[in-house]
């Protein structure tokens, strides 16, 4: 009977779980979890936290009992392993006991990077990585009156952030050392129009200028930015980026980058220990290099291929590429592929009003788009760049064109698209 370990039992580690039953009903399945909630989606924390869905919400495979009983899994809720021994085969707890495996699953994510500023202690500021921090800000919102708050952080995560709390009438300060919004999946004149949106909605913009230090004041805080400004406010949201939990990994004995690094058969440097989610780098398709691509649907990917291999059904997830999707303040942005490849510009509509789409020719092929307004396109368009990066002959599908079409796209635009010059 093969001893199947997962450390972390988010979005990878229950799809890693679910695969592994299918394939094998008489494994021993023991689950390792750092809390005791059921597997959630951190993507919904800003949700719960701004009250538009329940705490259940944040569960989509239910309920932690049910899942246990249906994947006739050997829970072990709160209990956070320390670290692998590769070499003998086993995990440490952090209560130092020793458990052998013959197959392990390492579906850590990652955490919300909280580097050290001078004055302020870690504790008294918000993140929103996991359900306690929802549950954190949630509860602080619900207690306190805030009039201002200060978020570090021009990413996705810090724009909903500052969503909530502007819904919650507190004067709101979006600060990045970054000169930009979404400086990692905008276009420069994308990012200008949304800075310039929000702004007409009451956000302040702190941009190109990092926190430094902060100072407690009878009022709250006064943050000391790297322009030399001050920002006063009585509340502060870290959402600055996440880092990879691998630290009870030993990198000499598995490699590791920025995350743990795997193959497509989601296996790591060593035979029988496999990586998924955002704990790891997988082939990033763009690039063809490792990377993390922090998202649910690849965590599921890779969750799925991790177990399938695992319980001995060879199977295989050739990557992905950088993309956001996401609705803030009454827009929607898109943004495909890596914001750093230059090339021909092409643009259709206009970016103040309506449909906007702004995309990046390189050689011949489409590299990277950015939509403004319309989540309804995006699937064929990631669906045609993902078919490009696979194999550079591909074209847009007659249904595809159509979608396209539908929502507003001139046929001339969407030959440009595939690359077709008249
Ligand atoms: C606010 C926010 C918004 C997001 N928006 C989007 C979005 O719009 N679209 C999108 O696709 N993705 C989005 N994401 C990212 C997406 O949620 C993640 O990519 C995905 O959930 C990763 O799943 P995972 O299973 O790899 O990791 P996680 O969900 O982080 O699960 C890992 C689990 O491992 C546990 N663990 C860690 N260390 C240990 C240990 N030593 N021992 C035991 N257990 C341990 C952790 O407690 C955790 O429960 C968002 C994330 C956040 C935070």
Redesign the pocket.
Known sequence: MTRYAI???????YCAARTIRENDPDGVISV????GYA?????L??YYTAGKIPFEGLFPFGDLQKITEDLKLDMHAS????RISAKDKEIILTDGEHVPFDKLLI????RAFAPRFEGLDPAEAFY???ADDAIKLKEALDHHTYRSALVVGAS??GI?VVELLNNRGIHTVLADMAPRIFPLAAYPDVSKEIEDRITRKGIELALGSAMQKAEKTSEGWACHMSDGKVLNCDLIVLCIGTRA?TQ?VDPEEIKVNRAIVVDENMCTSCPDIFA????CEGTELQSQNTMII??????AHQ?TTAGANMSGKPASFNGNFLH???HFMDMDFIGFGDNRITGEVLTSGNIHDGLYVEAVMKDGHLAGVNILDNYRISGAIKNYLYRIMENKTADISPMQRGILIKEGLRPSFIEKLEGIVR
Do not use: Q
Request: hydrophobic share 35%; net charge positive.
């Open positions: 450390i972390g039992f988010g979005c990878a580690g390792y979890s750092e809390h597997p959630y989606n951190p993507m924390t800003t209990r956070t392993v320390s579906a850590s994510g990652a929103m990585r996991t996705m995560v909903k939990n009870f998924a989610g955002d704990c922090g998202l649910w649907a690849n965590a969750g956001n999707i996401t």
